[in-house]
């Protein structure tokens, strides 16, 4: 089984300010590295999909780099507000076995208004 | 409009009584999977499938069966030998290869909580 962890396991952050956080992932056999975003009673809804090393991607106030030799990816929220709120999680997709998706265990994002 | 329906958004069972959770799309994907969340844990894979009457075991069969007769079903049967069932299970789906823009972006659905008493 594939080691995918996200930190901090959550976040509280001010309204306006700017926040990021991690995933870390198996630097060898890389395929993709996805991004979903996941509110409270919906679906976890996709962000991004990262596959190049040095992959940046932005939509809106949000926006995530890619670091394939070292194994790890940031997602950056700029300007948070409280819509913003929600659990982001990354997930892994290997070489190997590439129809499966490994997801870390999620950042857990809280504005505070 | 298009998207992913899982029935019922809550299920109790007794324990040792098998149940099964619904799991229908109409996007026209060909694979789907299913997922299980516990507190603390990131989404695990159970099953999937890639093509109707063809699927694979994921990370955490054991205790868990799954048919896919149909394109636009995947019902996972939650059975009495899954020894901790209570839990929040996730249903997803894709398209396969060139189809999916290769990288086969995943589609959920809303989820079922199970608990078992």
């Given amino acids: ?113 | 409009d298009g998207g992913i329906t899982q029935s019922p958004k809550y299920l109790f069972r007794k324990e040792g009584q098998n149940v099964t959770l619904s799991c229908e799309q109409n996007l026209n994907h060909d694979a789907m999977y299913w997922y299980r969340q516990d507190p603390g844990q990131g989404l695990r894979l159970i099953y999937y499938s890639q093509i109707v009457n063809d699927f694979q075991k994921g990370d955490i069969a054991e205790g868990y069966s799954v048919s896919r007769e149909k394109k636009e079903s995947f019902p996972l049967t939650v059975t009495s030998a899954q020894k901790n069932p209570t839990a929040f299970y996730l249903c997803a789906s894709s398209d396969v290869g060139l189809a999916g823009g290769i990288y086969n972006e995943q589609f959920f659905g809303p989820g079922t909580r199970l608990t078992v008493l």
């Fill in chain 1, 1 to 113: 089984i594939l080691n995918v962890e996200q930190s901090p396991q959550s976040l509280h952050v001010q309204e306006g300010d700017s926040t990021n956080f991690t995933c870390s992932f198996p630097s060898s056999n890389f395929y993709a590295l996805h991004w979903y975003r996941w509110e409270t009673a919906k679906s976890p809804e996709a962000l991004f999909v990262m596959t190049l090393n040095g992959d940046e991607k932005k939509k809106g106030r949000i926006s995530a780099t890619l670091n394939t030799k070292e194994g790890y990816s940031y997602l950056y929220i700029k300007g948070s507000q409280p819509e913003d709120s929600a659990t982001y999680l990354c997930a892994f997709r290997s070489n190997f076995g590439n129809e499966k998706l490994t997801f870390g265990t999620g950042t857990r994002l809280t504005i505070i208004p």
